[in-house]
């Protein structure tokens, strides 16, 4: 929204300096974007005259110019000499001087003392050009002899008036009007807000163009459609105030009808529009839903096509205007114009911001018309545009058409003064409050409150509270800490879960591993090879196609980053992510999971040959190593069970009991394929809720527990089928006594074709070593081979082997 210090003024009696009013504006929500104050660009240009010009000696295109100058109008008069090439420079000519020391905003150049040709000059005689006026450089500016000598130019063309840009928020379409501007600024205390007085023109004779609204749109789309002929205008340039007010913004001075327009569109944020009454056929204007395919040719010069349902303006012949968005060219008022239809009218918001968006028109009455124009102000608006154009063209009105009613926007909330302290911290007397909203427009009948009519955004009683708490500054919250419930240092607020998730984060960081911090959105394809792609997980509104699905696991954002940094060069990798997953689309569907990925090698180049690639086992060994950190139990079991993005053969879960506490091992080749991923790749994946709760909530380790009795260890080697999983014997080996059995470990295996011509076809050997710890006495002799017989009939169960003879 764009205006200026003078245009403000019509509206805000007040003395206020241009920063004061600026700085207001942003504390009151409506943030300055600009100023533009001429005064700082163009005031030190001054009238002087040329007391005498001759010819240059040394050039034939230039003149030396002896220039009387002021520092203000009556004051003592000072001759400079000036260098000066345009061609109507002459002796008695009183134009713009610009002194040594000044920025020319047209050329970018800083005046400096000079000499040309020989011949010293200290100024410079300007153009409109340099002084960014207009195009027009074939001679320095002209002005009346009768200038007064001195004055800064802008001040006598009346060019001082700053522009200021402010940022309007969609919840105040008030503010796209100078006059709301102007309210705001007047209830904070910035000055008084002027009366606007409507003082209805009365018709003289009945308007020859009737108006009616479709009845399927009277209920939403457009409730009322009022309008009058204006007879008899002379349309042309409008005055050189209203065209400066206009520039100002930006806007472009078409005529004196169309200007009105305009100006009652930012002064007052009420658009209007102006037909050609010769142009209307039929003598009848109706407002309807487009039946599709019709098409207009616009004030922009662009050609539209109507879709069904967009609301149209049409008269006997076809369609004269897009409803609430832009005007047709054909009906369009032009030089010639001497009767017009002047229209005004409420639109619903959501209708012209579908059409708007659908046909990809950006106007200015779009921009107000989908934000909520004032709808009790329509009426008033047209009387008030109909004297501008009477004021300004002459002319004679009829009487106004309508067809609908003002939409009833009246609503009550309750006033509570108290609620101010509650919601935003602010102590404001009621009766400050009450002047507040008062000075707003809003109307105060004891503990009820309605609000205007052109405030569509206070839907209830904390917009009440906002607005005055907007009003008296926000600024003068004061931070104040809250009250504790108890006395003395405050009891520690992680709770179990979120200690571990910071221990664990710390735990992978000791680690090597380096943390990524990923979106938690994936795409389809991604989805559907790690286990998702269901629409419970899928985004109605996603950010980009590459993002439409909740991730089901953090691999898939750890191999996107692993793959960047390849293709970068780096290649050995260790990366790690703790965060949510998604099952579901239900709060309970989700969990949080700490990921580790590893690729590349275990180290950088050395020369012992230390150095090799990443295998299963050192994701297990990571992952065994922040289940320690956490507190989980240390003799836990293993399985294969694994999800499918993880290779079949080489990959593991540690359990206890059905709870799966870890999953590790290589990443599927198709999965590596797939992201591009070069050499080993291995990962695993913990459960943050998984493991369960340390029994001692302390942060001591427990006591260490020393046993003064010698363990005992024994290696059993089984004769087993060639398909029998390592794992399956250890298991099996470890549940023959789980008191005594310390620790069971796989030392060898012997397989292939020497092994089964040896064993049988299809067999292999794994030997064990079985570690028994006695915790109360010494084991005897006999007791060991107790424990072996219970082990060698154990994995004789489990696998069908038997011991290796």
Not at 124 to 150: F, T, V, Y
Not at 255 to 265: H, I, M, Q
Not at 375 to 389: N, S, W, Y
Not at 410 to 431: K, N, T
Request: net charge negative.
């Amino acid at each position: 929204m764009k205006f200026t210090l003078s245009w403000l003024k019509e509206h805000l009696e007040t003395e206020a300096t241009l920063d004061e009013i600026v700085d207001a504006l942003t504390d009151l929500g409506l943030e300055g974007e600009e100023v533009a104050d001429p005064a700082a660009t163009l005031g030190a240009f001054r009238i002087a005259r040329i007391a005498e010009a001759v010819k240059h000696p040394d050039a034939d295109k230039l003149n030396l110019c002896r220039v009387e100058v002021m520092d203000a109008p009556g004051g003592a008069v000072e001759e400079v000499q000036v260098v000066c090439g345009a061609p109507n420079a002459r002796t008695g000519l009183v134009g713009v001087f610009a002194p040594v020391g000044t920025h020319i905003p047209g050329t970018g150049v800083d005046l400096k003392p000079g000499v040309i040709r020989g011949q010293a000059s200290n100024g410079m005689m300007c153009s409109e050009r340099e002084l960014e006026l207009s195009e027009d450089h074939d001679g320095i500016i002209e002005l009346p002899s009768d200038a007064p000598l001195g004055m800064r130019y802008i001040d006598y063309a009346g060019l001082n008036d700053p522009m200021i840009y402010i940022k309007i928020t969609p919840n105040r379409p008030d503010a796209l009007g100078v006059r709301g501007i102007a309210r705001d600024l007047a209830a904070r205390g910035l000055g008084v807000l002027k009366a606007l007085d409507v003082v209805p023109v009365e018709g003289s004779f009945p308007s020859p163009v009737s108006v009616a609204i479709d009845p399927a749109l009277k209920e939403k789309g457009c409730p009322l459609f009022a309008g009058r002929v204006i007879r008899g205008v002379k349309n042309g340039p409008s005055p050189k105030w209203l065209q400066q007010r206009l520039t100002a913004v930006g806007l472009r001075p078409i005529s004196a009808l169309v200007d009105v327009t305009n100006f009652f569109t930012i002064a007052l944020n009420r658009p209007l529009h102006v037909f050609d009454v010769a142009k209307v056929e039929g003598g009848a204007l109706r407002v309807h839903p487009a039946e599709g395919g019709e098409e207009i040719l616009a004030l922009d010069g662009k050609a539209y096509r109507l879709a069904p349902g967009m609301m149209a303006i049409s008269d006997a012949k076809g369609v004269e205007s897009i409803a609430g968005i832009m005007g047709g060219e054909h009906s369009g008022c032009t030089d010639e114009t001497t009767d017009v239809f002047l229209e005004s009218a409420y639109w619903d918001p959501i209708t012209v911001a579908a059409t708007g968006r659908a046909l990809k028109i950006n106007s200015d009455a779009r921009y107000r018309f989908e934000r909520g124009v004032d709808p009790d102000f329509t009426l008033p608006g047209l009387e008030l545009a109909t004297r501008m154009i009477l004021d300004l063209c002459g002319g004679e009105a009829s009487e106004v058409v309508t067809d609908g009613a003002v939409p009833d926007t009246a609503r009550q909330y309750r006033f509570d003064a108290a609620r101010c302290s509650s919601l935003v911290g602010m102590d404001i007397p009621e009766a400050e409050q009450r002047r507040i909203l008062q000075a707003l427009g809003f109307v105060l009948d004891g503990d009820k409150v309605t609000p205007p009519s052109w405030r569509p955004d206070v839907l209830g009683d904390a917009d009440l509270v906002e607005e005055v708490a907007r009003v008296a500054s926000l600024t003068k919250l004061e931070g104040k800490p809250m009250a504790r419930p108890q006395t003395g240092v405050p009891a520690p607020i992680l709770t179990p879960l979120q200690k571990r998730e910071r221990l664990m984060r710390r735990t992978l960081a000791s680690l090597g591993y380096h943390e990524c911090v990923t979106y938690s959105f994936i795409d389809s394809a991604s989805a559907a090879l790690f286990g998702g792609g269901e629409d419970a997980v899928k985004l109605e509104n996603p950010i980009s196609s590459e993002m439409k699905h909740m991730r089901t696991d953090l691999l898939p954002g750890l191999l996107q980053a692993a793959a960047r940094n390849q293709a970068r060069g780096f290649m050995d990798l260790a990366l790690f992510e703790l965060g949510p997953v998604f099952h579901g689309g239900e709060p309970g569907e989700q969990e949080i999971q700490a990921t580790g990925l590893l690729i590349g090698a275990n180290g950088p180049r050395d020369p012992h040959h230390a150095r090799r690639a990443v295998d299963l086992f050192d994701a297990k060994g990571d992952a065994e190593a922040v289940l320690a950190a956490i507190g989980a139990p240390a003799k836990t079991q293993s399985d294969r069970n694994v999800a499918g993005w993880f290779h079949p053969g080489r990959a593991g879960r540690l359990t206890l009991g059905k709870n799966a506490l870890a999953t590790f091992g290589e990443v599927h080749p198709k999965v590596l394929k797939t992201y591009g991923i070069k050499g080993a790749a291995v990962a695993f994946t913990l459960p943050l809720a998984a493991a369960p709760m340390p029994k001692k909530a302390g942060a001591t380790r427990a006591a260490l527990v020393l046993n003064d009795l010698q363990a005992v260890e024994r290696d059993f080697a089984f004769v087993v089928d060639s398909t029998v999983e390592a794992l399956a014997v250890t298991n099996a080996a470890q549940g023959a006594d789980k008191a005594l059995i310390e620790a069971v470990r796989v030392f060898d295996e012997f397989s292939g074709e020497k092994a089964e011509s040896q064993m049988g076809a299809g067999k292999k050997s794994l030997a064990i070593s079985v570690r028994l710890q006695p915790q109360g006495k010494t084991l005897t002799e006999k007791e060991i081979e107790a424990v072996s017989a219970k082990i060698v009939e154990k994995v004789g169960k489990a696998t069908g082997g038997v011991l290796r003879g």
